[in-house]
């Protein structure tokens, strides 16, 4: 299944940096998007959640949804060592009852002192 | 903060014998989810549940597999007849109205030997 590409990295980058990390995806139904922080043998926690298109900022954390070109960001300014973790982002369709998410592979984020 | 809970975290089986996954979801919340993650591949969904029944499930939910809720707070997932491809990190979630914003548990190791 190709419905949701996200670049595994993994993205090592120096504490205080910026991070980019995205998403894309093929079907134009997808209306609700998601990210979900993963430590090692842990279980995903909700990060962000957005509904169709535009930004939202929570705290150091902005998430971006660009549905014309089917694709989502997710920045982390002045990211810090806790903040190594997988990065997954997750969508799911409009008119969906109960909301499958479906996943990216998730993004494996390194930030060194 | 309320939180998903799953036991046991890790469970090992040999191939043939049953296995039920238990989840205590987040206590007002009424629609709820089983995920499972092979080692390094995607977050995939397995089925969703509301009002006691099955609302949607995965081609992976096949017969092997079912759901219960046996009282008003554990969520099981059972699966008859293990094989060796179910090894897997299994996750419960649970979201309150809408669906979307699913909260994950820290999820169980299933190891089929």
């Known amino acids: 299944q190709k419905e949701v590409e996200q670049d595994p990295g993994p993205l090592s980058v120096p504490e205080g940096a910026i991070v980019s990390l995205n998403c894309t995806y093929s079907?134009?139904?997808?209306?609700?998007f998601m990210w979900y922080r993963q430590y090692s043998r842990k279980g995903p926690e909700l990060l962000m959640y957005t509904y169709s298109s535009g930004n939202k900022e929570d705290g150091r954390f902005t998430a971006q949804v660009d549905k014309s070109s089917k694709y989502i960001s997710l920045f982390i300014r002045d990211s810090q060592p806790s903040d190594s973790a997988t990065y997954l982002c997750?969508?799911?369709?409009?008119?969906?009852?109960?909301?499958?998410?479906?996943f990216g592979r998730g993004t494996q984020l390194t930030v060194w002192p | 903060e309320p939180e998903v809970t799953q036991t046991p975290s890790h469970q090992v089986t040999q191939m043939g014998q049953e296995v039920i996954l238990r989840c205590v979801p987040i206590s007002n919340h009424l629609y709820f989810y089983w995920y499972r993650q092979i080692l390094g591949q995607k977050v995939e969904f397995l089925v969703s549940?509301?009002?006691?029944?099955?609302?949607?499930k995965s081609e992976i939910f096949d017969d092997q597999f079912s759901v219960e809720r046996p009282d008003g707070s554990n969520f099981t997932l059972k699966i008859r007849s293990t094989k060796l491809e179910d090894s897997a990190m299994y996750f419960c979630a649970s979201s309150g109205t809408g669906g979307n914003e699913q909260f994950f548990g820290p999820g169980t190791r299933l190891t089929v030997l």
């Open positions: 549940f509301y009002n006691n029944e099955i609302s949607e």
């Open positions: 079907n134009s139904a997808f209306q609700y």
């Open positions: 997750a969508m799911s369709f409009r008119g969906s009852t109960l909301g499958r998410l479906y």
